[in-house]
């Protein structure tokens, strides 16, 4: 996980300065860019990332703005370790602590 988020801060960086607004990016005469909710591209980068598929975490970086990215991995994360200690009968703790490989509190 603190891998994603150290990617996170790095996508932040570059696109920051570099990336023109919205509606910069549409230019007359062409068509309208779909727009992307943040928990897809939250969705889709963290699917990247456990895939290593470089291409597809920089195209669902640029979907959202680093912020908006950053809180919808957040959000997937509470989420996931919720289900899997549902499934697991363990406590949300629990199973953080150990799909990152830490010791028991």
Known sequence: MAGIFGR??????RTAAGRPERGAR??????????????EAAAVYV??????????????AAWVSPEALSFGVNELA????VALARERDESPQAVA???LGLPAA
């Open 97 to 99: 602590r150990t799909l």
């Open 78 to 81: 509470c989420r996931a370790v």
């Open 8 to 13: 996170l801060r790095s996508i932040g960086r």
């Open 26 to 39: 549409e230019t007359a005469g062409k068509e309208r860019k779909r727009t992307y909710n943040l928990f």
């Open 47 to 60: 699917a990247a990332c456990a895939e290593d598929d470089q291409d597809q975490i920089d195209e669902a």
